[in-house]
Each structure stands twice: as structure tokens, then as C-alpha cells.
């Protein structure tokens, strides 16, 4: 059974940091490249950024420079690093297969206010 998790939200200010994190089950982890999502309210879901089992990246022109993605295959987690926070991140955030193959899990809300 697949199984997505996601921790590490909360609420922050403007310009903090959120270290965000997934662990996968019942998956073949690495064979993936796996990404982070987000979904403001009525708003659609978006991708931003994803990685390859191999360590290349993608992000998002929002996420660039701001949102490293990384991941540690042994433990079956992948990461985001948000910096610089800005209140347009406020979002639930999600990860998933970077083609969003898998059951969606709970997500973690990022609200970023002052």
C-alpha cells in the first residue's frame, strides 16, 4: 500500500524558513523522481519542483532559487528547503510522484503572515 507523508508546516513570517518533509512507503523510492506540490485555496494544484532518483532538479520559476529540493533514497524521504518565505507561499503543500501517480496524502499547510 502507498502511503505519502507529509510534516514540517506551519506558520511563519515573511522572509522565515520551513523545512519541509515526505516519507514514501510501498514504493520503489528511487526509481522515481519525485516532487513537491502546492495548493492555495481555489487555486489549482502546481507543481514545484521535482527530482530524479539520479539528483536533477526542476523547479518552478516561484521556487527557483528560494525552494532546494533534496532527497535521501535510504529513507525513503524527500525534502524542500523553503527560504525567503513570501505570503503567495501560504499553501497546502503535497509531494507525490512528479506525474502524480500515487494517492494524494493529507498535505502540510504553510502559512506564511506576519
Known amino acids: 500500500q502507498v502511503q505519502l507523508v507529509e510534516s514540517g508546516g506551519g506558520l511563519v513570517q515573511p522572509g522565515g524558513s520551513l523545512r519541509l518533509s515526505c516519507a514514501a512507503s510501498?514504493?520503489?523510492?528511487?526509481?522515481?523522481?519525485m516532487g513537491w506540490f502546492r495548493q492555495a485555496p481555489g487555486k489549482q494544484r502546481e507543481l514545484v519542483a521535482s527530482?530524479?532518483?539520479?539528483?536533477?532538479?526542476n523547479y518552478a520559476d516561484s521556487a527557483q532559487g528560494r525552494f532546494p529540493i533534496s532527497r535521501d533514497n535510504a529513507k525513503r524521504t524527500v525534502y524542500l528547503q523553503m527560504n525567503n518565505l513570501k505570503s503567495e507561499d501560504t499553501a497546502v503543500y503535497y509531494c507525490?510522484?512528479?506525474?502524480?501517480?500515487?494517492?494524494w496524502g493529507q498535505g502540510t499547510q504553510v502559512t506564511v503572515s506576519s
Open positions: 527530482l530524479t532518483g539520479g539528483g536533477s532538479t
Open positions: 510501498g514504493i520503489a523510492f528511487s526509481m522515481y523522481t
Open positions: 507525490n510522484s512528479a506525474r502524480g501517480y500515487f494517492t
